[in-house]
């Protein structure tokens, strides 16, 4: 299976901070990229996702960036509150997803402390 | 977006006996997956259920050990047989739908094996 590497694996910011993760893929036939967020004991939610037409997407406090030659894309959250504490895996995929499983990265457990 | 339940939410099982898990999606959808996440890990695909066909196994999951049913495009059970305390882990169904990219979770199943 295809890798996607994700780091840092855990990560604490403060109150008010910007928080960055970071992921690297390695198929170049990946072209739709999500974000999950996940609490203790739910399921993954679905954040935001970007597809590499763009280089940017942004959702309210959550940023994907996406450099398609380097291979990376990356999640910002601005003004990181303790209820983002959660932990978050990036995807990839090669569209139609519906007959193509997301790959996952290994997550990030993010801790926002007041 | 697809709001998907499991059932059961948790269960403690015996050792050799076998668990079926309920996965209900409030939309027809297209493809229906099965996975298990090991606490504060990633999630491992086990296999994607196809409507009116045989599931599709990802390596080192077997249909004897893990038979999946998919009867229409809104249900999808997962068999978790011959239990063993290494099968203690949190069971997520999946899906996506019609032209959609995007893939949501349900709450999981928690397992744990005495």
């Known amino acids: 299976q295809q890798q996607v590497k994700q780091s840092p694996q855990s990560l604490i910011v403060q109150k008010g901070g910007i928080s960055i993760i970071n992921c690297a893929y390695e198929?170049?036939?990946?072209?739709?990229f999500p974000w999950y967020q996940q609490f203790p004991g739910k399921g993954p939610a679905l954040l935001i996702a970007?597809?590499?037409?763009?280089s940017e997407k942004k959702e309210g406090r959550f940023t994907i960036s996406f450099n398609k030659s380097a291979k990376q894309f990356s999640l910002h959250i601005m003004d990181s509150q303790p209820g983002d504490s959660a932990t978050y895996f990036c995807?990839?995929?090669?569209?139609?997803?519906?007959?193509?499983?997301?790959?996952f990265g290994k997550g990030t457990r993010l801790s926002v402390i007041a | 977006s697809a709001v998907i339940s499991q059932k059961p939410s948790r269960d403690i099982c015996q050792r050799g006996t076998s668990l079926t898990i309920q996965c209900q999606v409030d939309?027809?959808?297209?493809?229906m997956f099965w996975y298990r996440q090991q606490p504060g890990q990633s999630l491992t695909l086990i296999a994607t259920?196809?409507?009116?066909?045989?599931?599709?196994?990802e390596s080192g999951f077997v249909i004897d050990k893990f038979p999946i049913s998919r009867p229409n495009l809104t249900f999808s059970t997962l068999t978790v047989s011959n239990m063993s305390p290494e099968d203690s882990s949190i069971y997520l169904c999946?899906?996506?739908?019609?032209?959609?990219?995007?893939?949501?979770f349900g709450p999981g199943t928690r397992l744990t094996v005495t």
């Open positions: 999946s899906a996506t739908g019609g032209d959609s990219y995007e893939q949501y």
């Open positions: 198929n170049t036939a990946f072209d739709y």
């Open positions: 970007i597809r590499p037409d763009v």
């Open positions: 995807a990839a995929t090669r569209t139609p997803s519906g007959n193509t499983p997301l790959v």
């Open positions: 939309s027809q959808v297209t493809m």
């Open positions: 259920a196809n409507q009116g066909s045989e599931a599709t196994y």
